[in-house]
C-alpha cells in the first residue's frame, strides 16, 4: 500500500463580519468642543459663583452720624407705630453697635426732641406733604425737621444725611426726591413755621 502525500489543508473563506457577530466596540471618550471654562457645546458658563466681586454693588458704608440719625428715625418709628418705649427701642437698635458715647447720645437727643415738639414738626410738614409716605419715610422726615428747627443743626447735615439714608433704605428709596424737597423747604421756612404752632399742639 502506498502512501500519498495529502494534499495542504486550505482554510475555506469565512463570510465578512461573521465571527464579530455579537461584539461590540467601545468607542472611547466623547469629546466636547467648547471655549476653555465653558460648557459642553460651547456655551459659555455665566454661573453666578463664577462672578468677581468687584462686579456685585457694593451699599456705602454709614458714617457715625449718619448711624445715630439712623437710629433716632428707627426709635421714634417704633414709639408712634408700635406703641415701643424710647429708650427700649434704642437699647436694641444694630445702629448704635460700637458708637461712642457722643453719638448714642445725639441719636437719643434728636428721638427726644422729635417726639416731645411732635405737634409742632407736623404743623410744619403736613402742608408740604399732601399725602403720607410710609411711616419709616415719616420718620425720617420728623427727626430731620427736629435737628434743624429745634436742635439748630446744619441744615446741610440733616439734609444731606438723611436723604442719604433713605436712598440706602430699599423701601425709603422711591422716596427720596420728596424727602429731599421738603427738608430743604423746611430748612428755608420751618422756624417761621413752628413759631406760629403754639406748643399746645405737642400734648
Not at 453666578?48 to 466681586?53: A, L, N, Q
Request: glycine share 10%; proline share 10%.
Amino acid at each position: 500500500m502506498s502512501d500519498k502525500p495529502r494534499p495542504p489543508r486550505t482554510n475555506s473563506p469565512r463570510k465578512s463580519g461573521s465571527s464579530l457577530k455579537g461584539v461590540r466596540f467601545s468607542k472611547g471618550p466623547r469629546k466636547t468642543v467648547g471655549k476653555p471654562g465653558g460648557k459642553p457645546g460651547g456655551r459659555p458658563d455665566h454661573s453666578r459663583s463664577d462672578r468677581p466681586r468687584s462686579d456685585r454693588p457694593r451699599r456705602p458704608r454709614l458714617t457715625n452720624a449718619q448711624r445715630a440719625r439712623q437710629a433716632a428715625a428707627m426709635a421714634v418709628g417704633d414709639v408712634l407705630g408700635k406703641g415701643f418705649r424710647l429708650e427700649g427701642s434704642l437699647a436694641k437698635s444694630p445702629a448704635l453697635e460700637g458708637l461712642e458715647p457722643r453719638d448714642r447720645a445725639f441719636a437719643r437727643a434728636i428721638a427726644a426732641t422729635t417726639l416731645r415738639r411732635l405737634g409742632q414738626i407736623n404743623a410744619v410738614l403736613d402742608p408740604l406733604v399732601k399725602r403720607s409716605p410710609p411711616g419709616r419715610v415719616q420718620a425720617y422726615l420728623q427727626t430731620a425737621t427736629a435737628q434743624m428747627v429745634f436742635m439748630d443743626v446744619a441744615p446741610h447735615a440733616a439734609v444731606g444725611d438723611t436723604v442719604a439714608l433713605v436712598k440706602d433704605d430699599r423701601k425709603g428709596e422711591p422716596f427720596s426726591g420728596l424727602v429731599n424737597a421738603v427738608l430743604r423747604k423746611v430748612a428755608e421756612t420751618g422756624k417761621a413755621d413752628a413759631a406760629r404752632t403754639p406748643p399746645v399742639k405737642n400734648i
